[in-house]
């Protein structure tokens, strides 16, 4: 009685299997030697065919003028990152040219801030904390414009979402 049911969950979860995946010959010669012996399974297998014809033959209507939004909205998208992909190049040319004027003015910088360091008695501590401040605000300056970029890009969203 156990082999026998344990027969008829193999048989169903091959007729599952063979459906989606598909099973190898083997399987295959054992299911329908299986389903030509057991009414139960070949009913199951049958209901499970007329179940997925249903289904492919069924017809799924969908909003009107859903296929002309998606485009815009597609079409929307694509403009929008046309447009920002020269300022996104830009802001990257920036901060290259940025880096390199950095790097080969940091000894004149570093010279410039201990003489006048030295000149106004300011404390050693004031004008390296202003050369690393020097160092700093460039890349300041490009997180600011890519958090207000990010915000405005919020705010479109929001714009286009009152649309649908």
Not at 26 to 37: D, G, I, K, S
Request: aromatic share 10%.
């Amino acid at each position: 009685m156990k082999s026998n049911n344990i027969a008829h969950q193999r048989a169903l979860q091959l007729i599952a299997q063979a459906r989606v995946e598909g099973i190898p010959d083997t399987e295959r010669n054992w299911l329908r030697a299986h389903l030509e012996e057991c009414d139960f399974c070949a009913e199951h297998a049958r209901r499970t065919d007329r179940a997925l014809r249903m289904l492919r033959t069924a017809t799924i209507s969908l909003p009107e003028g859903l296929a002309s939004r998606t485009q815009f909205r597609v079409r929307l998208r694509a403009q929008e990152l046309r447009e920002r992909e020269p300022r996104r190049r830009a802001l990257w040319l920036a901060c290259v040219l940025s880096w390199i004027f950095g790097v080969a003015s940091a000894p004149y910088v570093w010279s410039l801030f201990q003489w006048l360091g030295q000149r106004t008695g300011v404390p050693k501590l004031v004008w390296e904390v202003g050369f690393g401040l020097w160092w700093s605000i460039p890349a300041l300056f490009a997180v600011a414009v890519l958090l207000m970029e990010s915000s405005r890009k919020g705010e479109q969203a929001d714009w286009i979402n009152l649309g649908s």
